[in-house]
């Protein structure tokens, strides 16, 4: 009989949730709004479409392999994110099929059977994953009461089998953040055969002037990889694209694991139109402020607890169940996502599918 590895069938399947369409048509609704999965409400800028209707125009381009190297798009970056000290080249980028791609490429570069990563929890499920799907170890330290990573004890949990540590900052899905000066002292006691891995994916929405500027640690020559992504504030998610920054050495390592062709060619084009189109991420980040302002009056209101978030999702504490709610939501069109059992993560939308939200939650009448 043929059976997979005893480390592969005890990982917990991602469970992806039903396309909307299909819920719509289950529950005999329409219009149904889904603040689930974290995605920038405004989709991409005209640019991004008109750049991707122009690529549609030339179908040779179609039946040809992309550049695999994402040439244009990893000197745009290097560009962009260099600073007069902290000069960046391209060989300071790798590019993955959104930064998920990159979570893996990194674990399968560093780790194997019996090693460990250390991660907090609950974070980003996909660390967890990648790290058993090497038949590795995920060394899962509780977050502190305040909901961000607890980096003291993160560190002391490291030992000589540690590879790998992931730090999700901010945090999915509490969307908390640790501050510059913690995040030092955890880079002081972290030793160097260990990875960090920053995971930035919501980076361009942080409004804290205490977050910390890990590019900093790269340019002392650390070894941190830090991931950032076209999917959230750039409204890229469908296209799959997102970016690692590095030192070239780490990058040469991860880029002998990588697929060669693995982001596409309108993914490529997009995100670099996407870079260039300052407006449309000021216009994103200005949506999401006003969303949460409204979303935490409301919540106020109705006497909800929940979590100031630097991300564009809330972290909302209920009494009683969350799949309950859930379930009522649904009913009322309203996707969001339950995180735990009595915890909800709700994507802020734009305003009117933020007020179905309020409006729903006031109707089912579950806290
Ligand atoms: C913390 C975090 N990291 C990484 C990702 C993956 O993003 P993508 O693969 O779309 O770039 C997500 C997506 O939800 C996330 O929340």
Redesign the pocket.
């Known amino acids: 009989m043929l059976k997979p590895l005893d480390y592969v069938s005890q990982i917990k399947p991602y469970v992806p949730g039903k396309p909307v369409s299909e819920l719509e048509r289950e529950l005999g609704i329409s219009n149904s709004v889904k603040l689930a ?2 995605e920038n409400p405004l989709g991409p800028s005209r640019k991004v479409v008109k750049a991707i209707k122009e690529f549609l125009k030339n179908p040779s381009e179609i039946g040809r392999y992309p550049d695999g190297g994402g040439y244009y798009l990893r000197t745009a970056l290097s560009k962009a994110i260099s600073r007069k000290n902290i000069p960046l080249t391209i060989d300071n980028f790798i590019l ?6 990159l ?1 893996d490429i990194a674990v399968r570069t560093y780790m194997t059977h019996g090693d460990e990563a250390v991660m907090a929890n609950p ?2 499920v ?1 660390y967890s994953m990648a790290v058993r799907s090497v038949g590795a170890n995920a060394i899962e330290i509780p977050l502190k009461d305040d909901f961000s990573h607890d980096l003291i004890k993160m560190s002391k949990a490291i030992t000589k089998n540690t590879k790998m540590v992931f730090v ?1 900052n ?3 899905p509490t969307g908390t953040i640790n501050k510059k000066d913690e995040f030092r002292r955890f880079m002081t006691d972290v030793p160097d055969d260990v990875l960090v891995v920053v ?1 930035e ?2 980076y361009e929405y942080v409004t804290d002037k205490d977050y910390p500027d890990t590019l900093k640690y790269l340019a002392k020559g650390r070894n941190i990889l830090i ?1 950032r ?4 504030a750039y409204g890229l ?1 469908g296209l ?3 970016y690692g920054i590095s030192k070239p050495e780490i990058i040469t390592e991860m880029n002998k694991i990588r697929e060669p062709f693995n982001t596409n060619t309108p993914s490529q084009i997009c995100a670099l139109t996407a870079l260039k189109d300052k407006a449309h991420l000021k216009k994103s980040i200005k949506l999401n402020e006003e969303g949460k302002v409204y979303m935490y009056s409301e919540l106020d209101a109705l006497g909800i607890k929940y979590i100031p978030s630097q991300t564009n999702f809330i972290y909302i504490m209920l009494q009683s169940s969350s799949f309950d709610l859930y379930n009522a939501l649904l009913k009322e069109g309203v996707i969001i996502r339950p995180v735990g059992p009595k915890e909800i993560r709700v994507t802020i939308g734009l305003k009117e599918e933020n007020q179905r939200f309020i409006d729903a939650l006031k109707k089912v009448g579950i806290k």
């Open positions: 999965s974290n993955g099929n959104g930064s998920n791609e979570i974070s980003f996909v999700s901010p945090n999915n995971d994916a919501y991931l992504t076209f999917s959230k998610a799959r694209i997102g």
